[in-house]
């Protein structure tokens, strides 16, 4: 059966919980079940998708029946369900696994071995590889492949297979969202043979973050993510991951590494490198098997350890993106409706592109056939070259702790101080708990008064990734050129998010202390609004769903402000000004807010706000309600309430004006009531293609924060045209009858994880 996995603590070394004695080998107890005999059908049947019960019923099964899977449950999911890895190896290694768990930390780390002890540990350690998958419940496949590449490696018939189980230990997570399994498949179930079959979920496919899980790999806000790092990651920090995604349909059917340009700096080379020719190697060996429209060197980059976790902690990170069909319903793609993707042309064979896909139907077969075939292919090549995985491990341990830091090209301060002295307490412990999460060790002062952060340690440089200011490349789709658009957002800052006044030094003049010992995750506090709010608040829920809308709902649960959710018919019916003080719009596009859904969804699912909506929330602002719009949703706000306000950079094209995810300088409005509680060290705001304001109008709104009257604001990240932003307002308040209403132009809760601008919404509700 399934068994508990108690999770590790950063303190020190965990071993994997409830496993055999060492050197007894567990005896098969039953034939090994197929997985369509749990299921009843084969993975990739079309138009067939299983419940989360039904994997973890299979799961259950072939670990009774293999010695060579032994499943264990990290916890609960955020809605309660299991979350489960299936350590996968030869019987006789997992009988054993605190003894390898032991050989991969010593090799990891040389600190923890003798002078002599490499070439033997070498010689005895196995290839450990990490294998996500499903983080995005919407690609399906993601759910099915493992139960085929499990089952192959229970039954184990081949020398390939053989040779993977005895050269490598697999940790094998069959979704990261256990949840999204059901909530994806139930609407999919539901909708078959309706105009809707295929559609996504009008609803966030993981609770609070949708689409924007696989985002938290350095902020650690969701169960799921802590649970694969606390209990994978952190004890047996692995060569290989294996992240298995989906795309879109028109372009290559498969994406492997080697990513885009622009690298993290901080990323040891040899990562890069090793990323690369695994990468390739993969991309070889299926295309000899037939495999058509494998793209490599596109459409994805290398940059932020948002996403790229295992690069900063010494694994070779293959992210693998399958063409999607209609979820599990196929599609028809004819050869000359191929499009492009970035770096290649799916009709055009190229270097990156070498066989072209000759177009035709595509199903949930195909998917999980290209996504089996990948991994397959990743872990024949890490068994077969498993001592030259194992020799690059070691060296990168060596190289980490190096004086000369060989891991980047970048200027290295020696520390990072942190004074304990800072104006958000709980801001500099949720700093630390991050850091430490992510296995960086901080440091007492010597004299005592400050924390310290030395980048000459295993993980130095992740810790420099997180504390550092970014400075992306200015990068051009040719010279000349609109901007080349990043995969994702280009700053990470933390102390600039949090709110935290972190210094790097040099030259340290403090002395190292005791280490830190591993900190609480801190409790948040909105005095007037933690606990039994005096405020009735309402979040917005669209059908067309926001993930910024989930960020907000984890934001407000995370410092216990109760809020009601209110959808399209709540806001249409009226009467809001007697349920509520205050009514928040998350960061979503005005023709989103104003049209909703529309076919093929349900008459019950569409229509958004309309004009009803919009002409009850004008009568609850003039009523003295306080409407809080963020980001996009300020464009909604401005038309339906008629505000005295323009986004100056609406319709400014990207060769004038460019910010697709940065942090900016901010100059705050001190006089005013809303910024009392704003105490940032650095005033900033996450700036991701959003609005910036001109007032019409000064007797019905001021400016509570302004981007300063000259020069370039840009903090962290990429910024063209920054002139443009000079004197212009980035927050509103604009009065409408005896209410008002709040122009957020950035996000005040981005991904959870903007500590520092979180009173800018308590203030308003609170005004």
Same mark, same amino acid.
């Given at each position: 059966?399934?068994?508990?996995?108690?999770?590790?603590?950063?303190?020190?070394?965990c071993?994997?919980?409830?496993?055999?004695?060492?050197?007894?080998?567990?005896?098969?107890?039953?034939?090994?079940?197929?997985?369509?005999?749990?299921?009843?059908?084969?993975?990739?049947?079309?138009?067939?998708?299983?419940?989360?019960?039904?994997?973890?019923?299979?799961?259950?099964?072939?670990?009774?029946?293999?010695?060579?899977?032994?499943?264990?449950?990290?916890?609960?999911?955020?809605?309660?369900?299991?979350?489960?890895?299936?350590?996968?190896?030869?019987?006789?290694t997992?009988a054993?696994?605190?003894?390898?768990?032991?050989?991969?930390?010593?090799?990891?780390?040389?600190?923890?071995?003798?002078?002599?002890?490499?070439?033997?540990?070498?010689?005895?350690?196995?290839?450990?590889?990490?294998?996500?998958?499903?983080?995005?419940?919407?690609?399906?496949?993601?759910?099915?492949t493992?139960?085929?590449?499990?089952?192959?490696?229970?039954?184990?018939?081949?020398?390939?297979?053989?040779?993977?189980?005895?050269?490598?230990?697999?940790?094998?997570?069959p979704?990261?969202?256990?949840?999204?399994?059901?909530?994806?498949?139930?609407?999919?179930?539901?909708?078959?043979?309706?105009?809707?079959?295929?559609?996504?979920?009008?609803?966030?496919?993981?609770?609070?973050?949708?689409?924007?899980?696989?985002?938290?790999?350095?902020?650690?806000?969701?169960?799921?993510?802590?649970?694969?790092?606390?209990?994978?990651?952190?004890?047996?920090?692995?060569?290989?991951?294996?992240?298995?995604?989906?795309?879109?349909a028109?372009?290559?059917?498969?994406?492997?590494?080697?990513?885009?340009?622009?690298?993290?700096?901080?990323?040891?080379?040899?990562?890069?490198?090793?990323?690369?020719?695994?990468?390739?190697?993969?991309?070889?060996?299926?295309?000899?098997?037939?495999?058509?429209?494998?793209?490599?060197?596109?459409?994805?980059?290398?940059?932020?350890?948002?996403?790229?976790y295992?690069?900063?902690?010494?694994?070779?990170?293959?992210?693998?993106?399958?063409?999607?069909?209609?979820? +599990?319903?196929?599609?028809?793609?004819?050869?000359?409706?191929l499009?492009?993707g970035?770096?290649?042309d799916?009709?055009?064979?190229?270097?990156?592109?070498?066989?072209?896909?000759?177009?035709?139907r595509?199903?949930?077969?195909?998917?999980?056939?290209?996504?089996?075939?990948?991994?397959?292919?990743?872990?024949?090549?890490?068994?077969?070259?498993?001592?030259?995985?194992l020799?690059?491990?070691?060296?990168?341990?060596?190289?980490?702790?190096?004086?000369?830091?060989?891991?980047?090209?970048?200027?290295?301060? +020696?520390?990072?101080?942190?004074?304990?002295?800072?104006?958000?307490?709980?801001?500099?412990?949720?700093l630390?708990?991050?850091?430490?999460?992510?296995?960086?060790?901080?440091?007492?002062?010597?004299?005592?008064?400050?924390?310290?952060?030395?980048?000459r340690?295993p993980?130095?440089?992740?810790?420099?990734?997180?504390?550092?200011?970014?400075?992306?490349?200015?990068?051009?789709?040719?010279?000349?050129g609109?901007?080349?658009?990043?995969?994702?957002?280009?700053?990470?800052?933390?102390?600039?998010?949090?709110?935290?006044?972190?210094?790097?030094?040099?030259?340290?003049?403090?002395?190292?202390?005791a280490?830190?010992t591993?900190?609480?995750e801190?409790?948040?506090?909105?005095?007037?609004?933690s606990?039994?709010?005096?405020?009735?608040?309402?979040?917005?829920?669209?059908?067309?769903?926001?993930?910024?809308e989930?960020?907000?709902?984890?934001?407000?649960?995370?410092?216990?402000?109760?809020?009601?959710?209110?959808?399209?018919?709540?806001?249409?019916?009226?009467?809001?000004?007697?349920?509520?003080?205050?009514?928040?719009?998350?960061?979503?596009?005005?023709?989103?807010l104003?049209?909703?859904?529309?076919?093929?969804?349900?008459?019950s699912?569409?229509g958004?706000?309309?004009?009803?909506?919009?002409?009850?929330?004008?009568?609850?602002?003039?009523e003295g309600?306080?409407?809080?719009?963020?980001?996009?949703a300020?464009?909604?706000?401005?038309?339906?309430?008629?505000?005295?306000?323009?986004?100056?950079?609406?319709?400014?094209?990207?060769?004038?004006?460019?910010?697709?995810?940065?942090?900016?300088?901010?100059d705050?409005?001190?006089?005013?009531?809303?910024?009392?509680?704003?105490? +940032?060290?650095?005033?900033?705001?996450?700036?991701?293609?959003?609005?910036?304001?001109?007032?019409?109008?000064?007797?019905?709104?001021?400016?509570?924060?302004?981007?300063?009257?000259?020069?370039?604001?840009?903090?962290?990240?990429?910024?063209?045209?920054?002139?443009?932003?000079?004197?212009?307002?980035?927050?509103?308040? +604009?009065?409408?009858?005896?209410?008002?209403?709040?122009?957020?132009?950035?996000?005040?809760?981005?991904?959870?994880?903007?500590?520092?601008?979180?009173?800018?919404?308590?203030?308003?509700?609170?005004?």
């Amino acid at each position: 059966m399934i068994r508990a996995f108690v999770s590790c603590t950063l303190a020190a070394l965990c071993f994997v919980s409830s496993a055999p004695t060492a050197g007894a080998q567990r005896p098969r107890t039953a034939a090994i079940p197929a997985p369509a005999s749990i299921l009843g059908w084969e993975p990739g049947t079309d138009r067939k998708l299983p419940s989360w019960k039904q994997v973890t019923d299979y799961f259950a099964a072939v670990d009774k029946a293999s010695p060579r899977i032994s499943v264990r449950t990290l916890g609960k999911t955020t809605l309660g369900r299991p979350f489960i890895v299936a350590f996968i190896s030869d019987s006789a290694t997992l009988a054993n696994l605190p003894r390898y768990q032991k050989i991969q930390q010593q090799l990891m780390d040389p600190r923890q071995r003798t002078a002599n002890a490499r070439a033997s540990l070498i010689a005895q350690g196995k290839n450990v590889i990490l294998i996500t998958s499903s983080i995005h419940s919407n690609e399906v496949g993601g759910f099915l492949t493992p139960l085929v590449v499990a089952d192959r490696l229970a039954r184990a018939d081949t020398p390939e297979a053989k040779a993977i189980l005895a050269n490598t230990i697999i940790m094998l997570v069959p979704s990261q969202n256990p949840d999204g399994v059901d909530i994806v498949g139930n609407w999919y179930r539901s909708t078959l043979d309706t105009p809707a079959e295929g559609t996504n979920p009008p609803a966030l496919y993981h609770f609070y973050t949708g689409h924007d899980n696989n985002r938290d790999w350095y902020a650690f806000t969701q169960k799921e993510t802590r649970y694969t790092v606390d209990s994978l990651y952190t004890p047996w920090t692995p060569q290989i991951v294996n992240d298995v995604h989906q795309q879109g349909a028109n372009a290559g059917r498969i994406f492997i590494p080697p990513y885009m340009d622009p690298l993290e700096p901080n990323i040891d080379p040899i990562l890069t490198a090793s990323t690369n020719a695994l990468g390739m190697a993969m991309s070889w060996r299926m295309t000899a098997d037939g495999k058509t429209g494998i793209a490599t060197n596109a459409s994805y980059d290398q940059w932020s350890p948002a996403r790229q976790y295992s690069l900063n902690h010494r694994g070779a990170r293959i992210l693998t993106e399958t063409a999607s069909a209609r979820l +599990a319903s196929s599609i028809d793609l004819p050869f000359d409706k191929l499009g492009t993707g970035r770096g290649y042309d799916a009709k055009i064979a190229s270097w990156n592109f070498p066989a072209v896909w000759p177009g035709g139907r595509w199903g949930i077969g195909d998917i999980v056939s290209y996504q089996v075939s990948a991994t397959w292919a990743l872990l024949v090549q890490a068994a077969r070259d498993r001592g030259a995985w194992l020799e690059s491990y070691a060296t990168l341990g060596e190289r980490a702790l190096a004086a000369d830091h060989p891991w980047t090209t970048t200027d290295v301060p +020696a520390m990072y101080v942190m004074s304990k002295q800072q104006s958000d307490p709980a801001a500099l412990t949720r700093l630390l708990w991050t850091l430490q999460h992510g296995q960086v060790v901080v440091h007492e002062s010597q004299p005592a008064g400050s924390y310290l952060v030395p980048t000459r340690q295993p993980f130095g440089s992740y810790a420099k990734a997180l504390l550092e200011r970014q400075a992306y490349p200015n990068l051009q789709e040719y010279p000349g050129g609109p901007p080349k658009r990043p995969y994702d957002v280009t700053a990470h800052t933390l102390p600039l998010l949090f709110g935290v006044d972190v210094q790097a030094v040099t030259t340290p003049t403090i002395q190292l202390g005791a280490v830190v010992t591993p900190v609480a995750e801190p409790t948040y506090n909105v005095p007037g609004l933690s606990g039994t709010s005096r405020k009735r608040i309402a979040i917005y829920q669209s059908y067309s769903a926001s993930m910024d809308e989930g960020w907000t709902r984890w934001v407000f649960d995370a410092n216990r402000i109760p809020f009601t959710t209110v959808h399209d018919r709540d806001i249409r019916s009226g009467g809001l000004r007697a349920k509520f003080d205050a009514i928040l719009l998350p960061d979503q596009p005005a023709t989103q807010l104003r049209r909703g859904l529309g076919a093929p969804y349900p008459d019950s699912l569409r229509g958004g706000l309309g004009d009803s909506g919009a002409a009850s929330l004008r009568a609850f602002v003039e009523e003295g309600g306080a409407l809080l719009a963020f980001n996009e949703a300020t464009e909604y706000a401005i038309s339906a309430l008629a505000l005295p306000v323009t986004n100056v950079l609406a319709n400014v094209r990207n060769t004038d004006f460019y910010a697709p995810g940065s942090i900016f300088a901010v100059d705050v409005n001190r006089s005013h009531p809303v910024a009392a509680t704003y105490r +940032a060290p650095t005033p900033a705001v996450w700036f991701e293609d959003s609005p910036t304001f001109a007032i019409t109008d000064t007797t019905k709104a001021s400016a509570v924060l302004r981007y300063q009257s000259a020069g370039d604001p840009l903090l962290s990240g990429w910024l063209l045209g920054g002139a443009r932003l000079n004197g212009r307002a980035a927050m509103v308040d +604009a009065s409408v009858g005896t209410g008002h209403v709040y122009l957020y132009g950035f996000r005040p809760q981005y991904r959870a994880q903007t500590n520092a601008t979180w009173p800018l919404i308590w203030s308003a509700i609170l005004r």
